[in-house]
């Protein structure tokens, strides 16, 4: 009897961590196909480029955005309820995102910020994903600071 339940303990523990392996959401999957090189000319900024890769079996996807010598680092994650990311920026905060809509448009709105000295101090506090094809996105990410918000629309093409 005590092998039975050591057993069916077993199995159902191996069954719970597949299940929770397997917990995603629709707007991550989408997001899963950035994975790659972009660049995007930015007018009166120059080249932006960006590398998006898969960790953590599969559960974090990493995003690399290169600009004038900057470079900065955004984790994209499921959740429970769909979707969120953490933006690390050359400002020295971290802004927590999480994001509605889909599949074509992805939209991120802040939720918290990590070492935002002040409300009106520059951070990221949005950006939308706009999927055109398999090779072309916008990211258009919410710039604020000083009381102001700044739209700077991103269009990538994949490198090949």
């Known amino acids: 009897m005590t ?30 196909t950035l994975v790659g090189d972009w660049k995007a000319e930015i007018p009166g900024m120059g080249e932006a480029r960006a590398k998006y890769s898969l960790h953590s079996d599969g559960s974090a996807l990493v995003e690399e955005l290169s600009m ?12 429970a309820d769909g ?17 509605s809509g889909g599949p074509d448009k992805i939209s991120f709105a802040e ?27 916008t990211a258009t990410w919410m710039h604020s600071g000083g009381g102001k918000d700044m739209a700077m629309p991103f269009a990538f093409a994949r490198v090949k």
Do not use: W
């Open 111 to 137: 939720v918290s910020v990590d070492n935002l000295p002040s409300k009106d101090a520059e951070h990221m506090k949005g950006v939308d994903f706009t999927f055109k094809d398999a090779d072309h996105f």
């Open 83 to 99: 979707m969120a990311m953490t933006h690390y920026c050359s400002t020295h905060n971290q802004p927590h995102m999480v994001a």
């Open 3 to 32: 092998r039975k339940i050591t057993i069916i303990l077993v199995v159902l523990t191996f069954a719970s961590l597949s299940l929770a392996n397997a917990a995603t959401s629709p707007a991550f999957e989408k997001m899963k």
């Open 68 to 79: 004038h010598g900057d470079n900065m680092v955004t984790v994209y994650y499921p959740t």
